[in-house]
Structures are given as C-alpha cells and as structure tokens.
C-alpha cells in the first residue's frame, strides 16, 4: 500500500479561483504534490489537502 505526507492549505475568503488554482500549480510542479481534497466552506473559506508519495530508498549490495 502507497505511503503519503499531506500538506494542509487554508486560504482566506475573498481568495479568488484563479489564486487558488495558482497556488495549487505551483506546488504540483516544484514541489511534486498532486491534489487530495479541496473543502470550499459557506463563508468562502477554502481549505486544500495536498499530497505526495513517500518514496523509501532501499540499499542495494
């Protein structure tokens, strides 16, 4: 089974999509986190949850 670390982003209301989107592509193309949740709240609010896959190194002789 796949192991993941998660990144948990909290954008103010008032943030537009187009920001959103920025800040999510930034991430996925310098940091390697792809998308896992998006909660966009009543009040605006929108609370991201990014993730990537831990990747274990395991020594070779």
Known sequence: ??????????????TT????????TEHAEHGGWELDRLRLYPDGRRRIQLRRKVIRAVRTF
Do not use: K
């Open 17 to 24: 999509r187009d920001t959103a989107r920025r800040i999510m």
């Open 1 to 14: 089974m796949a192991e993941y670390t998660y990144l948990v982003l909290s954008l103010p209301r008032g």
